[in-house]
Every structure is written in structure tokens, then in C-alpha cells.
């Protein structure tokens, strides 16, 4: 079968999870979740999240010749993680930028399955275009959604990038996730600021959104729980008992620069020694100004605690 076949190069690639489902218009329960997630303005100031509707329902836009999506799951669990006492990074932003390394997997990827298995017509996602990703997971069989709003993958857990690969061939697979959370609720009652509910995340509480995504100032009834965490939040993620053993990364190899940041380090930063530190990482999604807020956060909260 092209999907045996397409499972063990993607094995060799060093990908940990790999599933297949026929494209078809996304089902009108989950669009309607979605619809109503943003009419809810949980989505905070993420306004992109709003746009191109047409495209996010019918993946075929994206690319007409479009059959099926393969989609991945690649760990980036590091394999050495920062003392506890430095500016916290997200376990996603330690190493390279994902958007780099999930597209060359899958142009890779791509390739390989053109030279070995058929020719075909494709095109690779990794988080820039719209496409309701966690969806496609789950339908492929990878893994299932959860209370966390994580893509959880038996066997390797949530600390996974996706990545898509829209292609002409047609590929199917019988591969089902039915695992579920199931009355767990460790993430919703050690999330921080509250962000995580059983109806799911509200992005306007999110320490990852907040210390990423937001520009400007940030309320102090949310700030003042930020403890030592300089951009995102792993805590759902820490505290999932999914998590308990999770795959290393053979992909993400974490900055020798960010592993021994310190707190002096980020107090006063410029824009060279920003582009010294953070070149190459997710991080610089926060900008400078975002790590200087950021990092003052953190020294208030320090002078009152």
C-alpha cells in the first residue's frame, strides 16, 4: 500500500507520528465550534484567525489538485531543559524555528515519496496558512484533542509540531485515535491565569498569548501570575499525565544561548544583543519590545513578591 510505503520513509525521516485522510470539506459540528469560539472573542487579538473562511473549510483551495492530507507530528521535546531559576521559554522556542525545519521535513518528505512511490502534486503547511490543523490530526487517527487544546499523541504526548502536506495522490488509512482525556482536568485547574475551561482556551488569559502574541500593556491581575516565565507557558503541557514520558526531540537541539539565559541578560536588552540571543527561534515572534515588557513584568512582580 502508498501508505506503508509513505510510513516508513517518514519513519526514516525522524518523524514520530504520521497519518492520512482523503480532503473533503471540513464537517459543519466543527466549523460551527470554531464559528463560535471567535464569536466568543476568545481568540483575543489573533484577528488572522478570522479571515479567509472559505479556504479553512475547503482545503482544495489551498491546492485544487488536492486529494488527500498527510499530516505529521514531530516532536520537539528538549533533550536538556533551563534551570529553574532563569527567564522561562516555551519548550517549542528552545531550538530552532519550527516553521523551517517542519517544511524542509516535508518538502523532503515530498520528494522522496516522488522518487520512490509516485509522482504527485503537493504542497506543505507548517502553521502559516488557513487550515484547522488539530482538526486534520485527529481525523487522520494520529492523535486526539485535548482539554488543553493540544493535539495529544499516544505514545509520544503533546510536545509535537504538525505539519501538512496537501498532495495529489489518493491516500486513506483505518488508523483511529479513541483515547480521550476523560474526567482529567489536571491542565484547567493548574493553568495559571485561568485560561483553560472544559469549552477550551480563552487566548485572552493565556500566558503564551500574552507574553507572545499581545503587544502592549497587559493587566496586572494577569501579569502578577506570571512567576518566572519570560515567553509562553508550558503548564498544561507539564502537568498532562500523557506527558509523563515524553519522546525527545531528534529534530530541535535547544539554543546554547537560551539554555543559559539569565535574568541580567533580558533586563536590558537592545537590539543587538536581542538579535545575538534570539536570531534563529520562535522567540523573535515577540519582538524586542515584547521581551522588554516581558522582562519588566518579571521585575515588578520581583520588588513586590
Not at 80 to 96: F, N, T, V
Not at 263 to 287: C, H, M, N, P
Amino acid at each position: 500500500m502508498l501508505t506503508e510505503q509513505i510510513t516508513e520513509i517518514a519513519e526514516g525521516l525522524g518523524i514520530d507520528a504520521i497519518g492520512f485522510v482523503p480532503i473533503q470539506k471540513v464537517d459543519s459540528d466543527a466549523l460551527a465550534q470554531y464559528d463560535s469560539w471567535l464569536a466568543s472573542g476568545k481568540q483575543a487579538g489573533m484577528e488572522y484567525l478570522e479571515k479567509y473562511k472559505e479556504q479553512r473549510e475547503d482545503p482544495q483551495l489551498l491546492l485544487p489538485e488536492a486529494k488527500s492530507v498527510i499530516v505529521i507530528a514531530v516532536s520537539y521535546y528538549p533533550a536538556e531543559l533551563q534551570p529553574s531559576d532563569a527567564p522561562q521559554i516555551a519548550k517549542y522556542a528552545l531550538g530552532r524555528d519550527y516553521h523551517k525545519v517542519i517544511k524542509q521535513l516535508l518538502l523532503t518528505l515530498a520528494r522522496c515519496i516522488e522518487t520512490e512511490v509516485a509522482a504527485h502534486r503537493y504542497r506543505p503547511l507548517v502553521d502559516t496558512a488557513p487550515f484547522m490543523e488539530r482538526y486534520w490530526a485527529k481525523r487522520s487517527g494520529i492523535g486526539f484533542v485535548g482539554k488543553n487544546s493540544n493535539l495529544i499523541v499516544p505514545r509520544v504526548g503533546s510536545f509535537v509540531f504538525l505539519g501538512e502536506l496537501l498532495t495529489s495522490l489518493e491516500l486513506s488509512s483505518e488508523l483511529v485515535c479513541a483515547k480521550s482525556c476523560g474526567s482529567c482536568r489536571r491542565c484547567i485547574e493548574s493553568c495559571p491565569t485561568g485560561a483553560l475551561s472544559e469549552d477550551g482556551l480563552d487566548a485572552r488569559r493565556c500566558i503564551n498569548y500574552l507574553t507572545i502574541e499581545h503587544r502592549g500593556d497587559i493587566p496586572q491581575d494577569l501579569s502578577r501570575r506570571f512567576g518566572k516565565r519570560l515567553y509562553g507557558c508550558d503548564t498544561c503541557q507539564d502537568v498532562c499525565p500523557h506527558n509523563r514520558a515524553p519522546r525527545p526531540t531528534r529534530h530541535f537541539p535547544s539554543s546554547p544561548q537560551l539554555l543559559k539565559l539569565k535574568w541580567e541578560d533580558v533586563r536590558e536588552l537592545d537590539e543587538i544583543r536581542y538579535a545575538q540571543i534570539f536570531y534563529g527561534s520562535a522567540t523573535t515572534r515577540a519582538k524586542l519590545e515584547g521581551m522588554q515588557r516581558n522582562a519588566m513584568i518579571y521585575t515588578i512582580n520581583n520588588k513586590q513578591s
